[in-house]
């Protein structure tokens, strides 16, 4: 199972978008409604953002939203704040009840 | 409240083993599934296995199998996982990661333990 492919950084000014893509196959992102984000600051663990494609689990700002279109998830942050700067990561679940990552976006506030 | 504290830092040598422990509180530990996430310094996520509480039923990715072993001990809501033959790119931060939803396995963790540092050098 290779990892789901992200973008290795992005950058935006504050107040501005910024939008993540995450690219797998028909076997996970395309075939699951499963593909949730983690925002992930140095030396904490993963926060969940998003899952579910689209849902927001309480507590996380309505800045971030998901989508997906065909075998491709994409993460918006809208408004972007300084405490936005992080690394985040995708997962999808996949055809055979496993779960994969992908590799990382490191997201610069300027 | 939700809680996942893990074991402490670990170094072993290359071919020996570890184990991990994840002690939860604050719900019913067989009704959600608990996956294990390792990430090297410096780099990504991977995911390396789930475990249903219930019924102890795994399944591994494909990269771990044969040296990974997920268990789980209910009479002390804890969850372990003990990687065998260890090698020096095994050095990473290891973390348990819960579902969020009763009976729930779609690889959606609401819940983190703090990670548990895993160095393996000669």
């Known amino acids: 199972q290779s990892a789901l492919t992200q973008p290795a950084s992005v950058s935006g000014s504050p107040g501005q978008s910024i939008t993540i893509s995450c690219s797998g196959t028909s076997s996970d992102v395309g075939g699951y409604n499963y593909v949730s984000w983690y925002q992930q600051h140095p030396g904490k663990a993963p926060k969940l953002m998003i899952y579910g494609v689209s849902k927001r689990p309480s507590g996380v700002s309505n800045r971030f939203s998901g989508s997906k279109s065909g075998n491709t998830a994409s993460l918006t942050i809208s408004g972007l704040q300084a405490e936005d700067e992080a690394d985040y990561y995708c997962s999808s679940y996949t055809s055979y009840s496993t779960v994969v990552f992908g590799g990382g976006t490191k997201l610069t506030v300027l | 409240q939700v809680q996942l504290v893990q074991s402490g830092a670990e170094v072993k040598k290359p071919g020996a083993s570890v184990k991990v422990s994840c002690k939860t509180s604050g719900y019913t530990f067989t009704d959600y599934y608990m996956h294990w996430v390792r990430q090297a310094p410096g780099q990504g996520l991977e995911w390396m296995g789930w475990?249903?509480?219930?019924?102890?039923?795994?399944n591994y990715a494909e990269k771990f199998q044969g040296r990974v072993t997920l268990t789980r001990d209910t009479s002390i809501s804890t969850a372990y996982m003990e990687l065998n033959r260890l090698r020096s790119d095994d050095t990473s931060v290891y973390y348990c990661?819960?579902?969020?939803?009763?009976?729930?396995?779609?690889?959606?963790?609401?819940?983190w333990g703090q990670g548990t540092l895993v160095t393996v050098s000669s």
């Open positions: 990661a819960r579902e969020p939803k009763y009976n729930w396995n779609y690889g959606e963790f609401d819940y």
């Open positions: 475990i249903n509480p219930n019924s102890g039923v795994t």
